[in-house]
């Protein structure tokens, strides 16, 4: 015991004291000499330190990460020497356990997309559009439809192109429909691809029988001018007898004259060229 003296007797040698005065105050050994000259013989004495457990969990608060919190496991996630029982900040990013919106996984920057009070890191919905983030295209940005055009695997709503045809969204004159050519007849800045009425006549391409009408001339309301009108309705290779495709455009043009889209001089004017057709 501690602040007791001790006598070491060796028969036929003597005998020596010592006193333990401090706990383990001889270890790793205190060599204690009994008798002297050729007569004497040397002891280590040595004590072992009480094992002191203070939560009782079985590991010794020496080496307890949580010597006062019951940790059996001694799981320190951060590796930061204190057990996850008793760290106050789980996963070591700099924010306490009470005010961390993710508190084992370390997230210093607490971005809260959906401001549900779980961190974007932790959350198994992000964007909080009720598709989990594993099965989520666009698991950043809320798109409860999941569409995706290009079928590319990445939603509409976070594709920057969405078609898939090599031109971003911000700059593709049709967005949704693959165009890589970007063709835009009638220069509205829409493609021709998503283009209701291709050629800016106002009259809409499923009804429009000629969709490449020239901008700013007069049209029917079939959407041709009157070149169009004569071709679509007098076909040369449809008269063996070209007299007869003179009279239709002679007819085609009364038509139009009727319609105040020609004059009587571009009548004349239609026909003569009939004439001299072949």
């Known amino acids: 015991d501690l602040g007791s003296r001790y006598d070491l007797i060796v028969s036929g040698i003597g005998n020596t004291s010592f006193d333990l005065d401090a706990p383990c105050a001889v270890i790793p050994g205190e060599l204690i000499t009994v008798g002297s000259g050729g007569s004497s013989i040397t002891f280590e004495i040595s004590c072992e330190q009480p094992v002191v457990d203070g939560d009782g969990d079985g590991i010794p608060d020496t080496s307890d990460n949580c010597p006062l919190v019951v940790n059996a496991d001694q799981l320190d996630q951060d590796i930061d020497g204190i057990g996850d029982a008793c760290d106050t900040d789980l996963d070591g990013d700099g924010i306490e356990n009470e005010l961390d919106n993710c508190i084992a996984i370390a997230n210093p920057d607490q971005s809260d997309l959906d401001a549900d009070g779980i961190g974007d890191i932790c959350d198994d919905d992000a964007d909080n559009d009720a598709v989990p983030d594993l099965a989520d295209n666009c698991p950043l940005l809320a798109n409860t439809d999941q569409a995706d055009g290009d079928n590319d695997g990445m939603g509409d709503a976070c594709d920057a192109d969405d078609d898939n045809d090599g031109w971003p969204d911000n700059s593709d004159n049709c967005p ?16 021709d691809a998503c283009d209701g009425d291709v050629d800016g006549d106002s009259v809409g391409n499923a009804l429009d029988l000629c969709p490449a009408t020239p901008a700013g001339v007069a049209i029917t309301e079939s959407g041709c001018s009157a070149a169009q ?14 007299g007869r495709y003179v009279s239709c455009v002679a007819h085609a043009t009364q038509d139009l004259i009727n319609l105040g889209l020609l004059g009587n001089a571009d009548k004349s004017k239609y026909v003569s060229q009939a004439a001299q057709r072949k």
């Open 176 to 191: 949704n429909i693959s165009n890589p050519e970007q063709t835009d007849q009638d220069g509205d800045l829409q493609g």
């Open 229 to 242: 009108h004569i071709d679509l309705h007098c076909v040369v290779a449809a008269f063996p007898v070209h």
